[in-house]
């Protein structure tokens, strides 16, 4: 009966999920004019491989609490970035919605 019981916890195990890959993302939100903005703000992130085998980009739309400006998201946390999006370096693009007037720029 143990060998059972030891197999069965081994396969439990091995279907266990890998946990996902994760990125920290931290941003600055301003007018056109470069006034910061605070609220709630739709963004669309996407995650670009720079690799030689890149795939199509990993791309979310969210919203953000913008606080003085600043706001933070942690991209794969809702979608799962798949981990060959991260593989051979990528670069994290954020955009506003056309036609807003919104900046997007890395918190620096």
């Not at 009966?1 to 920290?24: F, Y």
């Not at 006034?35 to 980009?57: D, I, W």
């Amino acid at each position: 009966m143990r060998p059972l019981t030891l197999l069965a916890a081994c396969i439990a195990l091995g279907a266990a999920p890998a946990a996902a890959a994760q990125v920290s993302y931290a941003g600055a939100l301003t007018d056109a004019s470069g006034s910061p903005l605070a609220g709630s703000y739709l963004l669309r992130f996407s995650v670009v491989g720079e690799g030689a085998g890149a795939k199509e980009p990993w791309t979310e739309q969210r919203y953000v609490k913008s606080e003085g400006g600043r706001f933070s998201a942690v991209l794969g946390s809702r979608k799962p970035l798949p981990d060959s999006a991260l593989s051979g370096g990528y670069r994290i693009l954020v955009e506003a919605p056309p036609g807003t007037g919104w900046v997007v720029s890395a918190a620096g």
